[in-house]
């Protein structure tokens, strides 16, 4: 074991000088060598096994090692003429996938493959660029749209994120993909072949070898052994034009999509405060405090109110009243010496009473009370 660790460390220092290969150490305390139960292998898998170990396939390492180092070699070539796509769905895969692809430049697929991204590519490719237009127009504020319309177009974008934001940009096919456990990702393994896409990927002792163009034998399910080997091909591709070129892209329509955001609530808090100046003014020429004048708004000081000369003006009315006497309001005698004999002697005092006050003075019947209802109106 010792002499086989020697012979692949020296391969790799003589292949691959630019990039530091794990050695098989490293894979050991990642766990990349356990495998499924015996029960449930594929016998395809048979030359990769070491051993079986309490009812577990033990891969064999030192394969492991030859076979990633040919993978990388072959990653490196892809990625200097064009982009690679990695693909990792399962749970313990898809955080890792993203990180790394967005920090080394790769496409990535991590949540549900999207069903025809290779065989009907022209058709996925306007969806992709419909949802980056989508996005462009929410971070201008919904141009032209009303509230409701806006929360249904975020929506949409929400829901293509989720199978398109791993693939922004790409305009076309792959030069490579790279798959996470070829039995969770069927679809893009078919799709790849029958484009003839070059497949890199890792297998355990549950898959088939023969469906790879470049196989790696490891533990697919550890999350030590996969953000080992997923790490590595991220910085196979890093460097490479492409992959400079997308991480450029992707951080250029980031700080786009903020500044539009900016803008628009600028623009919006502009608008309000605008609104908000308008209403005052309306408010003051409603007041009185301002007058529009040739165009422009003039001030104008409103009088005030004197309160106490027109407390005293109607108080001079009130006792012009008061002097007004019954003969005054053209009544007959008789009736005004039956009020004046029930107390009522000022004309004020009987524009206070309500008929029924009236009927029950002495003296005064109905004819009389229409007379003085009347004579007071």
């Not at 090692?65 to 313990?92: F, P, S």
């Amino acid at each position: 074991m010792a002499e086989a660790k020697k012979e692949v460390s020296q391969k790799t220092e003589t292949k691959n000088n630019s990039l530091p290969m794990p050695e098989l150490l490293d894979l050991l305390k990642a766990g990349a060598h356990f495998g499924h139960k015996k029960s449930a292998w594929n016998p395809r898998m048979k030359k990769y096994i070491y051993e079986e170990r309490n009812g577990i396939h033990i891969i064999d390492l030192v394969k492991t090692m030859n076979n990633l180092e040919v993978a990388i070699e072959k990653l490196q070539n892809y990625a200097n003429h064009g982009n690679i796509l990695i693909v990792g769905t399962k749970g313990q895969a898809a955080t890792i996938v993203e990180e790394v692809a967005r920090k080394n430049g790769m496409f990535y697929i991590n949540r549900r493959w999207p069903g025809g991204l290779f065989t009907n590519f022209d058709v996925i490719k306007r969806s992709v660029k419909s949802l980056v237009k989508m996005e462009e127009q929410i971070a201008r504020g919904g141009e032209g749209l009303v509230k409701k319309e806006i929360l249904v177009l975020q929506k949409d974008v929400d829901r293509l994120n989720k199978m398109y934001e791993g693939i922004k940009f790409m305009d076309k096919l792959p030069e490579a993909i790279i798959v996470i456990d070829s039995e969770v990702e069927k679809n893009a393994i078919r799709e790849a072949i029958n484009m003839r896409i070059p497949i890199i990927g890792l297998i355990d002792t549950n898959c088939n070898p023969d469906i790879m163009d470049y196989p790696i034998p490891a533990n697919d399910d550890s999350l030590k052994s996969l953000a080992l080997f997923v790490e590595l091909f991220g910085k196979a591709v890093k460097g490479t034009k492409s992959a400079q070129a997308l991480v450029t892209l992707r951080t250029d329509n980031s700080a786009m999509l903020e500044r539009l955001q900016i803008a628009t609530a600028e623009e919006k808090e502009r608008q309000a405060k605008m609104q908000a100046e308008d209403k005052e003014r309306m408010k003051a020429l409603r007041e009185g405090k301002v007058s529009a004048q040739s165009g422009s708004v003039v001030r104008v000081v409103k009088k005030e109110k004197n309160i106490d000369a027109e407390i005293e003006e109607a108080e001079k009315v009130k006792e012009e009243v008061d002097k007004k006497s019954m003969e005054d309001l053209g009544l007959s005698s008789r009736i005004v010496k039956a009020l004046e004999e029930n107390g009522v002697k000022s004309v004020v005092a009987l524009k206070k009473m309500s008929k029924d006050e009236l009927l029950e003075l002495k003296g005064i019947g109905e004819k009389a009370v229409k007379d003085i209802q009347k004579a007071i109106k």
